[in-house]
């Protein structure tokens, strides 16, 4: 299977477009690119049964995030504060930044 190309990255501020946590935003944790998955905070919360390690600890329930699909999140742009898509352009200095399709700002931070 062909690995996917994503245009999210960490730390994006992402909003889920469909399923059970439609409309809901959060902050990208972790990246899946193999699967094109990715853990974002507070969404898509499951319970995990953890075993008792030894004697003294007990065992519990973890509330954690699991994955979702790259297709069911869509970026918010920090400039225009809307969902938008993601295109690609080159600066003058050679630099290639990712840029909101709606308002045409640059989604990079400074690297200074």
Known sequence: MR???TSLLINDQVEVITGKDKGRVGKILRL???????FVERINMIKKHQKPVDAQQPGEII?????????NLMLVCP????????GKK???????????????????????
Not at 79 to 86: F, G, L, N, P, S
């Open 32 to 38: 899946d690119r193999a699967a094109n998955r990715a």
């Open 90 to 112: 080159i600066l003058e200095d050679g630099v290639k930044v990712r840029m909101c399709k709606s308002c045409g700002a640059t989604l990079e931070k400074s690297k200074k």
């Open 63 to 71: 509330e954690r995030e699991a994955s979702i699909h790259i297709s």
């Open 3 to 5: 690995q996917g190309r």
């Open 79 to 86: 400039e225009c504060a809307k969902t938008v898509r993601i």
